[in-house]
């Protein structure tokens, strides 16, 4: 995007562009960028803080009459005011996790984990009026036992006309994952991401199961299926090694 603001610009139009990365918008040199120092996903700042990311988008807005250039990049002074844990949050209860195990003893509690979410996640679409689960077009139970039975090693086919089992593998994988955190952040409470990313992936069973059909999926012979895995089934950053 920054290189697309010069042809933007040699047109008469002028640009600004939100920078994630400060040294990728130095190395592409935008006609104008406001760096900001919020987290990958996020460059407005917080979700549901329509007050802070209208600072933001003001921000921007304002380099368009600021004098300077031809290449500018400014920061944002201020920090994500959710980066820090929230420790009034506690997460929705459930049974204790099951961080190891066999294929099917982690099917199992993935299928059982996945209906104690429910009573959360009716609060938290009836808090924000929305919700992204949907993508894989199947009811959340009919989700996790798709996944389940991935992790036992059947490679159930496609229940849907016209996506492929891998896609639909992957979509029913996004939807529990934004099923669990959106009943994670029903409430008044405020978690960081990363509050609940630690949650997800280390203090439950749904995020024990990805791991685990994570590592199972990256031996096949499938290349699709592969690269679907290895590049959307758990955050790079908190992808296991070795």
Not at 176 to 202: F, I, V
Not at 210 to 216: E, I, P, S, T
Request: proline fraction near 9%; glycine fraction near 8%.
């Amino acid at each position: 995007m920054s290189a697309l603001g010069h042809y933007l610009e040699e047109e008469g139009i002028a640009t600004v562009a939100i920078a994630l990365i400060r040294p990728q918008a130095e190395n592409t040199k935008p006609p104008r960028a406001l760096w900001v120092p919020f987290e990958l996903g996020r460059p407005f700042g917080p979700p549901s803080d329509a007050t802070f990311q209208k600072r933001v988008i003001l921000t921007a807005l304002g380099m368009l009459v600021e004098d300077g250039g031809p290449v500018r990049v400014i920061d944002f002074p201020e920090d994500d005011p959710r980066a820090e844990p929230d420790p009034a949050w506690r997460p929705p209860f459930m049974h204790s996790a099951v961080a190891n195990g066999s294929a099917e003893l982690l099917a199992s509690r993935l299928e059982a984990e996945i209906p104690l979410f429910q009573g959360a996640h009716q609060r938290w679409t009836a808090q924000h009026g929305r919700s992204t689960v949907g993508l894989s077009g199947l009811p959340i139970g009919d989700c996790a036992r798709y996944v389940a039975d991935w992790l036992r090693g059947k490679a159930p086919p496609s229940p849907r006309d016209g996506f492929s089992a891998p896609l639909i593998l992957r979509f029913a994988v996004d939807d529990l994952k934004a099923y669990c955190l959106e009943g994670a952040g029903a409430g008044a409470a405020k978690p960081s991401s990363r509050q609940l990313g630690d949650w997800l992936w280390n203090e439950t069973a749904t995020g024990a199961a990805f791991y685990a059909l994570r590592d199972l999926l990256l031996t096949q012979d499938d290349e699709r299926l592969r690269l679907i895995v290895a590049n959307f089934m758990v955050p790079a950053a908190r992808a296991r090694t070795g």
